[in-house]
């Protein structure tokens, strides 16, 4: 199967200086130039997007996005879906610019994210775009008909999606944020990952629902795994959703099929809840996330000793990335998963 890979989010508010901000300030010192472009891309979008999760790049399956400082969306790889955006199915081994049509190239593009065969991209007026496989749904815009072209996503028909703030890929289902702090889905449900409490893969987005009838609320961030969903909300907790065969939910169970189509609160032990999560990514079957004291914790499978806690040995709660054994990782800036194993950033003291 095709590897997967979902980015780390970077997030600003305009109100006060929110956990996730504190990623952008920690990036600066070792990154200047991306940090400057990134936060002149933040501050040249609209209100709405002053909470928004902006990854500038992203890799899918087998395919990249990246974002020029222009707001010009630039793909390469795999293009056997239109994945890449650029009106055909060719595969691409330099990068093509995504067009909405002949000729004319999507521009104002602030995110974007990569699943296994499709792409999503937010734009500066708080819209949302998407390319590729649609077999799912993951496209959201009402069809299983998957298309080379950026489509619109439609909250319903003929009504695009408007004050998009954050956005991420799974496998086959997609996720993103709106302004008022609301989280919505599409695409692929057969594990519950959509979270509205129900199997059924939805063409358009609906709302990720916290119980029947309330809607989940006061999300920050967000990230896709293979057939899960997680995301944080402003209280800095952690929740997810969806396939839970190894834990990768972190609530203490490993319950398979369907164990979890509404959220369930991630929990570092029985009764105890994660918190002070400033930072969540996702692979194909564990999760990993990063705290406010720079420590990186991670749950589900661990086949491959994604989990970097030293043996090969999985777990439904969280537990800690070593550093070398017995000493964890505390200085963490920056996080990013792909199919079974993680990256993570550590500031380097400039002489």
């Known amino acids: 199967m095709k590897p997967l890979h979902n980015p780390v989010s970077i997030s600003t508010t305009s109100v006060r200086l929110n956990p996730n901000a504190r990623l952008l300030a920690n990036l600066a010192k070792i990154l200047p130039t991306f940090a ?6 933040l501050t040249a979008a609209p209100s709405h997007a002053a909470t928004a999760a902006l990854p500038l790049l992203a890799a899918g399956g087998v395919h990249s ?3 020029t400082s ?28 995504v067009m909405v049509a002949p000729g004319v190239p999507a521009t ?39 298309s080379p072209w950026p489509v619109q996503v439609m909250a319903s028909p003929g009504v695009p999606v408007t004050n998009v703030t954050a956005v991420a890929a799974g496998y086959n289902h997609s996720l993103y944020v ?26 358009l987005p609906v709302q990720v629902m916290a119980s029947p009838g309330v809607p989940v609320a006061n999300v920050t961030a ?28 972190g609530n203490g169970t490993t319950s398979g099929f369907y164990a979890s189509t509404v959220p369930t609160q991630v929990r570092i032990s029985s009764g105890v809840a994660a918190t002070n999560v400033i930072a969540v990514a996702a692979g194909h079957d564990h999760s990993l ?24 040995t999985g777990s439904p709660w969280p537990v800690q990335i070593m550093a070398s054994p017995g000493v964890p990782v505390t200085n963490a800036i920056a996080i990013a998963v792909g199919w079974d194993h993680n990256l993570y950033i550590e500031p380097v003291p400039r002489k």
């Open 178 to 203: 709106t302004s008022d702090r609301k989280l919505w889905a599409m695409g692929s449900n057969w594990a519950g990952q959509l979270g509205d409490g129900t199997i059924t893969d939805r063409a």
């Open 36 to 41: 400057a472009g990134l936060f002149a891309l």
């Open 108 to 146: 104002n593009v602030i995110a974007v994210a990569a699943g296994q065969d499709h792409s999503l991209y937010v734009t500066s007026d708080g819209k949302l775009w998407a390319m590729g496989d649609n077999s799912c749904g993951q496209l959201g815009d009402g069809t299983t008909t998957g």
């Open 222 to 249: 967000v990230a896709a795994g293979g057939d899960h969903s997680l995301f944080i909300k402003s209280d800095e907790t952690l929740w997810g959703v969806g396939w839970n065969f190894t834990g990768q939910l």
């Open 289 to 312: 996330y990063m705290t406010g004291d720079g420590k990186l914790w991670a749950m589900g499978d661990n086949s491959y000793g994604q989990l970097g806690d030293g043996p090969a």
């Open 70 to 97: 222009d707001g010009k969306l630039w793909a390469m790889g795999d293009n056997s879906y239109g994945q890449l955006g650029d009106g055909t199915t060719t595969d691409r081994t330099t990068p093509v610019q």
């Open 65 to 67: 996005l990246y974002v």
